[in-house]
């Protein structure tokens, strides 16, 4: 079975722009979470999805912002990008709540 | 709120020595604890949990780990250490909450260093 995927793998975005990063869960999970992961630190949880619905939110602004679709693959947007916000961005996914989580390879963003 | 700490930002071992990396936690309800392993430029890849039951927890790639409640650590241990085991390590805790509300909360990490 194919793992949990992230696109794009890379990604280079100046300040004020917008990104959308895509998460495809393993399949039959039905659970997705962000993290972001800055250079040199442990994985910061953004948010939680299952069944389409959120089920956690970690300490991060408003302009970040994720969903989950149907078939369970999700989405997460940063809205007005800041430099700050360069770091690798992981998917997690999971069977239900609370389960072991998998995780993806990652999107490693860049804000110049 | 919850926490973890891992209080080496490395460990060195000689290949064929146990290794131990720490991992200490503070969580207001039960704990569910990881390890997670990430080699570079790589996402994390689960070792092993503990949840309830046996606290010497057996994960993959012959690690395993003990949980302590009194002390509340959660140390992750292999009896032999592998040059290929160099990587950095997290731990991880969940704190479940009805409803299923989840935050999990990473260290920040521990360098491991396998010396030939």
């Known amino acids: 079975d194919a793992g949990v995927t992230q696109s794009p793998t890379h990604l280079i975005k100046t300040r004020g722009q917008h990104v959308t990063l895509r998460c495809s869960p393993i399949?039959?999970?039905?659970?997705v979470s962000w993290y972001q992961q800055v250079l040199g630190q442990g994985p910061q949880f953004i948010f939680q999805?299952?069944?389409?619905?959120?089920?956690g939110r970690g300490n991060f602004p408003d302009r970040f912002s994720a969903r989950q679709f149907p078939n369970y693959s999700s989405e997460l947007n940063v809205n007005a990008l800041l430099l700050g916000d360069s770091a690798l961005y992981l998917c997690?996914?999971?069977?239900?709540?609370?389960?072991?989580?998998?995780f993806g390879p990652g999107t490693r963003l860049l804000v110049l | 709120a919850q926490s973890v700490a891992q209080p080496e930002d490395q460990v060195n071992v000689a290949e064929g020595n146990p290794l131990t990396v720490k991992c200490t936690y503070s969580?207001?309800?039960?704990?569910?604890l990881f390890w997670y392993v990430q080699y570079p430029n790589r996402g994390l890849q689960f070792l092993l949990k503990?949840?309830?039951?046996?606290?010497l927890v057996k994960g993959s790639y012959g690690f395993e780990a003990e949980f302590n409640k009194s002390q509340t650590s959660f140390h992750l241990k292999k009896p032999s250490a592998l040059v290929s085991d160099s990587a950095l390590y997290f731990c991880?805790?969940?704190?479940?909450?009805?409803?299923?509300?989840?935050?999990?909360?990473f260290g920040t990490g521990t360098k491991l260093q396998v010396i030939p």
């Open positions: 997690a996914s999971s069977l239900k709540v609370p389960e072991t989580q998998y």
């Open positions: 399949s039959g999970h039905k659970s």
């Open positions: 999805y299952y069944e389409k619905e959120e089920r």
């Open positions: 969580v207001s309800g039960n704990p569910y």
């Open positions: 503990y949840i309830t039951g046996d606290n």
């Open positions: 991880a805790v969940r704190d479940y909450r009805s409803g299923g509300y989840q935050k999990v909360t």
